[in-house]
């Protein structure tokens, strides 16, 4: 069961992005629909950070535009975006947990539930008070996403997530993502991890030096990549 | 006239020091207490005004930024003198604040104080905190928190480092001679603090008490320097 969509679609038209006059993105067209999630794949240096940011606004498009066109008024409110290094505050995980909920206006009844429910997802409730800064790297990471859930965002933007983790932490990662995703939150996650794209991905958008070589659904990208350089890069070749 | 003391002299004026100091003499004890009001008093008030303004700085980005936080951090080597200048030329009968009747009150000690360290609490917060937003700002614009409510996140989450700079700032307000000595007028009993009674007692040769209160001050120093360095240890086992 899932809530009508308030924001989804989200369309980028003729996306660019340079800094210092160098472009880093270029031209990018993408709609990204309900769903299962979204993988946006690519070497390093492809641009995947950057379309996220683009996508979440945290960076001004240099060109084009990004547009949801969903019937909220209010975009920002139902995004959330975790990030490859979790940016945790010098506070309890608890406070970690209520302080956007707070931003968002919710009364501390409601924060607190929604923490309490949060921190079940990631297995993380035995440690509500601990400073969140001297969490191992991947409870850090886990409660970064519990942070992000807690918004009960509609769309999640996670820039490669599991990035510094090891194995262990990345399988827990990947469960609550799964568990995220089956509840409707779509996910639009940056990855150069091809095994984690293929576990997750509803479709894959490839990235390659700052271009959107393919966006298709995953099971036709894998088996048939419509670009040279999209075999190139499923093949384990290295791209630059 | 002042003649050098012999070194027996001097012997004798440490003992007769340690005497004050020990059996807690009721001059050196209401000159320690008002050096401690005026001190504390002051860094209280330049804290309301330095912290806030060191965060503001350290968030907000606009045209002369650069050369407000130049200015800034050249204030913090504002000499004691010009302090107690400027606060005299505002208190004096002809100045502006003239019939409040604050001048040679320790009041105006408090002011004088506050102005001098004003713009070291906030120099050194900005730094302090400047270093924080760059590790934040992405995640608190993603929760929506614009620099204004990054303020208060960043003054909270800065707690223990912004100890040490309330620290540093006493410091310096408890060593200082010449603001005070300016606009308190050194008068015994009522404006008669640490260090312009050292300098008065020494100029009038009694070293004893001129002593005593070089050994309280010292302690006094040392007693901050160790907090500071136990506060640091603390934060740095508390918040990572």
């Given amino acids: 069961m899932r809530a009508p969509e308030a924001i989804l679609p989200l369309r980028a038209e003729g996306l660019g992005f340079s800094a210092d006059g160098v472009a880093i993105l270029k031209g990018i067209g993408l709609t990204i629909e309900a769903g299962r999630p979204t993988l946006v794949i690519g070497p390093n240096g492809a641009g995947k950070s950057v379309l996220l940011r683009l996508l979440h606004r945290l960076l001004p498009p240099t060109t084009g535009h990004v547009t949801w066109d969903g019937p909220a008024a209010d975009p920002r409110r139902h995004q959330a975006m975790v990030f490859q290094r979790p940016v945790l505050l010098r506070r309890s995980v608890l406070a970690n947990l209520r302080y956007p909920l707070a931003l968002a206006g919710l009364d501390r009844a409601e924060q607190d539930r929604r923490a309490a ?10 440690l509500a008070d601990r400073p969140a800064r001297k969490l191992s790297g991947g409870e850090q990471q886990r409660l970064a996403l519990a942070r992000a859930a807690a918004l009960r965002p509609e769309v999640l933007f996670l820039d490669e997530p599991c990035a510094s983790l090891d194995p262990a932490a ?3 990662v990947e469960e609550t993502l799964q568990a995220l995703a089956a509840r409707g939150t779509k996910l639009v996650m940056a990855t150069h991890d091809l095994a984690q794209a293929r576990r997750l991905a509803g479709d894959v958008a490839f990235l390659h030096r700052g271009r959107l070589l393919e966006h298709a659904p995953a099971a036709r990208f894998f088996a048939a990549p419509a670009t040279a350089e999209a075999a190139a890069f499923l093949r384990g070749e290295l791209l630059w | 006239m002042v003649s050098l003391p012999a070194m027996n002299d001097l012997h004798s004026a440490f003992g007769q020091a340690l005497g004050l100091v020990a059996d807690g003499d009721a001059t050196l004890g209401n000159i320690v207490l008002l050096s401690l009001r005026v001190s ?3 860094v209280a008030l330049a804290a309301l005004v330095g912290l806030p303004l060191g965060a503001l700085l350290a968030v907000a980005r606009f045209p002369g930024r650069g050369g407000v936080v130049v200015a800034l951090n050249a204030l913090m080597g504002l000499p004691p003198v010009v302090a107690g200048l400027l606060i005299y030329l505002l208190l004096s009968r002809s100045g ?3 019939p409040l009747g604050l001048l040679f009150t320790p009041t105006a000690m408090v002011i004088a104080q506050a102005l001098l360290i004003a713009p070291i609490l906030a120099a050194l ?6 270093a924080m937003w760059e590790e934040y700002a992405e995640q608190l614009r993603s929760f929506g928190a614009g620099p204004w409510r990054a303020v208060p996140t960043l003054l909270w989450d800065g707690r223990f480092a912004l100890l040490t700079v309330l620290l540093a700032g006493f ?7 010449g603001a005070v000595m300016i606009v308190g007028g050194n008068i015994e009993g009522f404006t008669r603090v640490m260090t312009t009674a050292i300098a008065l007692e020494t100029s009038k040769g ?3 008490l001129a002593l005593a209160l070089g050994m309280v001050l010292m302690a006094i120093v040392l ?9 640091r240890d603390i934060a740095a086992r508390q918040a990572g």
């Fill in chain 2, 40 to 42: 504390l008093t002051a």
């Fill in chain 1, 117 to 126: 429910e949060a921190l079940a997802l990631v297995g993380l409730a035995p």
């Fill in chain 2, 171 to 177: 410091g310096r307000a408890s060593a200082e001679v």
């Fill in chain 2, 96 to 98: 502006p604040l003239g």
């Fill in chain 2, 206 to 208: 009694d070293l004893p």
């Fill in chain 2, 223 to 231: 007693t901050v320097n160790a907090l500071a360095q136990g506060l």
């Fill in chain 1, 170 to 172: 990345t399988r827990a």
């Fill in chain 2, 125 to 130: 917060a900005r730094q302090v905190l400047e």
